[in-house]
């Protein structure tokens, strides 16, 4: 064999492993991109969930008291939350399952709201109502720290979900 066969050959292995590992490496990155993505989405609901969760908590204290919170700036609060919480549902990337079942409660929550908005308010609001959105809308952040993640993110979603569970929890106990 001739020296520069032997050279070309000599040269060409390491660089088509060089290229091979980069290639992998290239692919992991863009798993990982993918990934942080649907993280990035699914946190926003989690935080979008939160919100949502404390004006519930603050609405079932005022039905609780019967006191009807029909301040308009309150009430564009809670249109705006509502909006961005549906909003982020909608972005999400946690499964279709959880997704709809969400999504299935959200004319009884602008239900709920509606009806809590009215100052001569004749239906009575069932305080039960209120518990059981907000259990509903608790699943979202498991939902979400059982998607995709990576490098321990889910570890710390799963302890978010359950200091907002102890949130929940403290509400109901007032």
Do not use: W
């Not at 004749?122 to 699943?139: C, F, G």
Request: glycine share 2%; net charge positive.
């Amino acid at each position: 064999m001739k020296f520069s066969t032997k050279l070309i050959i000599l040269v060409a292995i390491p660089m088509s492993a060089s290229f091979i590992f980069a290639v992998s490496m290239i692919q992991m990155r863009f798993k990982d991109f993918r990934n942080a993505n649907i993280m990035q989405l699914n946190i926003e609901l989690m935080k979008e969930t939160s919100t949502l969760i404390n004006l519930l908590q603050a609405e079932k204290r005022f039905s609780k008291q019967n006191n009807q919170s029909n301040d308009p700036h309150r009430i564009r609060e809670k249109q705006k939350e509502l909006t961005s919480f549906i909003i982020s549902l909608k972005k999400s990337k946690i499964d279709r399952k959880s997704k709809e079942i969400a999504m299935h409660c959200i004319p009884d929550l602008k239900k709920l709201l509606k009806i809590a908005d009215r100052k001569d308010s004749s239906e009575q609001i069932a305080i039960e109502k209120y518990d059981t959105i907000i259990s509903t809308l608790m699943t979202m952040g498991t939902a979400a720290a059982n998607a995709k993640t990576a490098k321990g993110i889910g570890k710390v979603m799963n302890t978010m979900r359950m200091l907002e569970r102890a949130k929940v929890n403290a509400g109901l106990l007032r």
